[in-house]
């Protein structure tokens, strides 16, 4: 299942049950609704959930433990906006990049700063999330796709445009509050091909490629 971060809607938590490590959401929404079916995949704050009933203003998904320990879909409440998007259709347009809906972390608004029609997040994440954050590379923020304008070893920044703000649940945060981060993937596969197969000396060699199939 893919998504490309483009938001398609903002919907809002109906209900929440939660069980010891699990829950179950209650999500109001329009658009998403208008071709859903059991079994579907929707991203909400970025997290791939499966659509398990619905009506034509609400979709329920469960969310497992696993999922509820890696994101802040533990922290939401009835009323809270949250970011919507179906998986992309074959036949879709890229308008973002390759977002899988897997979160690999939280990380924390430390600052929110006005420029002109800009605003810009600064965004503080731990040091496994930070090595896969690169500048001008793209990162998934609650499930929205956004270009990294600076990185650091503690934070990375983003600069939302007018249209970002007003199609997300961007405005509503504030500074201190969660969000989900999904780097990109391809970044995270090479990573682990090169971790897991370096040769001794650090260095690709060509024996090493035709090893692995190039």
């Avoid at 649940?169 to 993937?185: F, M, Q, T, W």
Wanted: charged share 25%; glycine share 10%; with cysteine.
């Amino acid at each position: 299942m893919m998504f490309t971060g483009i938001i398609e809607e903002t919907g809002r938590v109906a209900a929440v049950r939660k069980s010891q490590k699990a829950a179950q959401l209650d999500i109001r929404a329009e658009k998403i609704l208008s071709d859903v079916r059991n079994g579907d995949s929707i991203a909400v704050n970025g997290v791939c959930l499966t659509v398990t009933s619905h009506t034509q203003a609400v979709f329920t998904a469960d969310v497992m433990p696993e999922t509820m320990s890696r994101s802040t879909l533990s922290r939401l409440k009835a009323g809270m906006p949250v970011n919507l998007e179906r998986a992309m259709p074959a036949n879709g347009r890229f308008g973002g990049h390759l977002v899988t809906g897997h979160i690999d972390g939280t990380g924390t608004i430390r600052q929110i700063r006005k420029e002109e029609n800009a605003v810009w997040y600064h965004i503080r994440a731990s040091e496994p999330l930070m090595r896969g954050i690169v500048e001008k590379g793209s990162v998934a923020v609650d499930g929205i796709s956004l270009t990294v304008a600076a990185v650091d070893k503690r934070e990375f920044l983003v600069s939302v445009i007018p249209h970002t703000s007003g199609h997300t649940s961007l405005p509503a945060k504030r500074e201190g509050d969660a969000v989900n981060i999904e780097n990109d993937c391809i970044g995270k596969y090479v990573e682990r091909f090169l971790s897991c197969e370096r040769t001794g000396s650090g260095v690709v060699t060509q024996e090493y490629l035709l090893k692995n199939g190039f």
